[in-house]
């Protein structure tokens, strides 16, 4: 790989750029399909697919084609006015998810907020909390973004520290996870519930956390407690929904519904940031003309693109892509049976291997597979993922196994 270029280009971005990220030594220009390659013409699977906002796969033509149709046609209006995209999305939406109604954001964090806000104010304003003492409860582990109020209950201090002060009302329980069995989990939830409890917030499986899949029937007994103690249920599936753990939402693996549901990422059709809240009229209600908005939420443009994304969903079967692949995917990684790999876990297309504790880390390993072809993020030191674009082939999994057998058995 030439890196003259690419050197000029990283550069430039650690010059005048915020450090913020870390990103792997590669620049980007193009992306197709499953397939991204750098400045100098090489190519690579992309296996990060921007942390599942690509589940349609770079530069999917439809959704081309869609974006350039809207844009020369009305792209940005505000919500001061209706618009056709808007009303279209929001109806094909609560027909697909089941969901009485839904507010649209842009990113991730302010559905994130947006539900909050909902979950608050359906406690003040339906379960009667007094002013100012309404609580949720989080689990630890999470990610659910990076505003002040969101990193303020993170249990990261990489995500908070030097952030604060951080605003009250929200407090940790245990996440289902390694020695914390499901009884654990939701004991430690119950016990911090009081009558000024409004809502539990939580991801189905914690990507961020490194593709934490707590055990079958976890959330099916946080519904129950949340019906026992008439909380609202919200799960935050901006990673998790949307076909990429192989069934529309993940929560579809057990058979239950939250009373709030958040979307983004793979939203927006790996075109442009839309996110949205979706829940009951009886919560939704809560909020009147001129308590939450956003200038770009809900743009024709974005609208118009993320119904065309669902469709696709179904279309071009992304779900059950996802859901067959990644079963075949996790267990020939499994059968990879080599001594640095901890363990394989998750589920659809969102895989996570853990590393044991050794010289080598995850960062380490992910530059191997660059070398190979192969483009992978680390998530912590340990954790390497692979979430590919869920319209990703056979033929192209059985090539990304090849290269990462290749890679572990040589170290
Ligand atoms: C990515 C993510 C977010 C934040 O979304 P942004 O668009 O980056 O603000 C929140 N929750 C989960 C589970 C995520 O994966």
């Not at 081309?64 to 792209?75: I, R, W, Y």
């Not at 609580?135 to 303020?152: L, S, W, Y």
């Not at 200038?295 to 118009?304: D, E, I, Q, V």
């Not at 059968?335 to 969102?350: F, P, T, Y």
Request: aromatic share 10%; with cysteine; charged share 25%.
């Amino acid at each position: 790989m030439s890196q003259s270029l690419q050197d000029d280009y990283i550069k430039k971005e650690s010059i005048y750029g915020a450090q913020n990220y870390s990103p792997l030594s590669v620049v980007l220009e193009k992306g197709e399909g499953a397939y991204l390659w750098d400045v100098d013409g090489n190519k690579y699977l992309d296996m990060v697919s921007a942390y599942s906002a690509v589940s349609h796969g770079h530069s999917h033509p439809e959704l081309v084609k869609t974006l350039q149709d809207q844009s020369s046609k009305l792209a940005i209006t505000s919500r001061a006015f209706y618009t056709e995209p808007f009303a279209d999305f929001l109806e094909f939406l609560s027909k697909i998810s089941g969901f009485e109604s839904i507010l649209a954001m842009n990113t991730g964090a302010e559905a994130v907020e947006t539900a909050i806000k909902a979950a608050r104010r359906w406690g003040y304003f339906t379960k009667g909390i007094p002013d100012n003492k309404a609580e949720i409860i989080v689990a630890d582990g999470n990610f659910h973004g990076r505003t002040t109020t969101i990193v303020g209950f993170s249990s990261d201090d990489a995500y908070k520290k030097g952030f604060g002060p951080f605003g009250d009302g929200f407090i940790t329980a245990k996440f289902c996870w390694s020695d914390c069995s499901i009884q654990d989990s939701i004991d430690s939830f119950s016990s911090k519930i009081n009558k000024n409890t409004c809502a539990i917030l939580v991801e189905p499986i914690q990507g961020e956390a490194g593709i934490r899949v707590p055990d079958y029937g976890w959330l099916q007994e946080l519904r129950k407690l949340c019906d026992k103690e008439n909380i609202l249920l919200i799960l935050d599936e901006i990673q998790s929904g949307l076909g990429r753990t192989g069934k529309l939402f993940a929560h579809d693996h057990e058979d239950i519904k939250p009373d709030g549901l958040i979307l983004g990422k793979a939203l927006g059709g790996a075109m442009l940031p839309i996110s949205a809240f979706l829940s009951s009229k009886e919560v939704m209600n809560h909020f009147n003309s001129g308590s939450h908005g956003s200038t770009f939420g809900g743009n024709p443009l974005a609208s118009k693109v993320a119904k065309r994304a669902l469709e696709l969903l179904y279309e071009d079967s992304l779900i059950e892509n996802s859901f067959t692949l990644g079963e075949y995917f996790k267990s020939s990684l499994q059968s990879i049976d080599n001594k640095i790999i901890k363990e394989v876990r998750g589920k659809g297309l969102w895989i996570g291997m853990e590393l044991n504790d050794s010289e080598l880390n995850a960062k380490d390993l992910c530059m191997m597979l660059l070398n190979e072809g192969l483009l992978c993020k680390e998530t912590h030191k340990t954790v390497i993922r692979f979430a590919p674009p869920l319209m990703i082939s056979k033929k192209e999994i059985d090539w990304a196994i090849k290269k990462i057998t290749k890679v572990i058995r040589s170290v």
